[in-house]
T-cell receptor, first 115, second 109 residues
């Protein structure tokens, strides 16, 4: 099946620093990538959608200058959390699909803790 | 607005059968997905229904009725490892996934 590799699995950083999360599709071309955030015992929350070579579309309430998304190739998308604060601590999950009707294939997630 | 409803939590016994229901109201319909999510892990794809009827895949089956805006996930011969949250998601007319809040399934010995 389709594999999405996400790194790092977990990261602890100090308040004010930036963190980059990578998401790679290993055996398919992810024309669309989705970035989700999930707080404990809550639903998945879509942060943004990105198509290869285009600017990401952010959901309402998600600051595009704080959560920088780059989808430069069909196999790589990155999320950079800039000037992280403790309230940004969460589980960040990427997913990709190759066609509109295709199921989403998820990375294993990145648990971010900001101290 | 768009809405996906599924029970918050269900409990079942090891070896038994459980049915998790999902009802939806969305702007258009391009298929319904079921995902499994273990605590602290990312979701994994279980099934996709776009036509009415039952899709069987091993111990798991998924049913869809588009006219009723209704789907269910059926899990047979329950095992302890099936304890997880089960997420229903509908793809709308813009090919965006609308997610339900998930059903936490607790399996008891």
């Amino acid at each position: 099946g389709a594999v999405v590799s996400q790194h790092p699995s977990w990261v602890i950083c100090k308040s004010g620093t930036s963190v980059k999360i990578e998401c790679r599709s290993l055996d398919f071309q992810a024309t669309t990538m989705f970035w989700y955030r999930q707080f404990p015992k809550q639903s998945l929350m879509l942060m943004a959608t990105s198509n290869e070579g285009s600017k990401a579309t952010y959901e309402q309430g998600v600051e595009k200058d704080k959560f920088l998304i780059n989808h430069a190739s069909l196999t790589l998308s990155t999320l950079t959390v800039t000037s992280a604060h403790p309230e940004d601590s969460s589980f960040y999950i990427c997913s990709g699909r190759d066609r509109e009707y295709s199921p989403l294939h998820f990375g294993n997630g990145t648990r971010l803790t900001v101290t | 607005g768009q809405n996906i409803d599924q029970p918050t939590e269900m409990t079942a016994t090891e070896g038994a059968i459980v049915q998790i229901n999902c009802t939806y109201q969305t702007s258009g319909f391009n298929g319904l997905f079921w995902y499994q999510q273990h605590a602290g892990e990312a979701p994994t794809f279980l099934s996709y229904n776009v036509l009415d009827g039952l899709e069987e895949k091993g111990r798991f089956s998924s049913f869809l009725s588009r006219s009723k805006g209704y789907s269910y996930l059926l899990l047979k011969e329950l095992q302890m490892k099936d304890s997880a949250s089960y997420l229903c998601a509908v793809m709308d007319s813009n090919y965006q996934l609308i997610w339900g809040a998930g059903t936490k399934l607790i399996i008891k010995p």
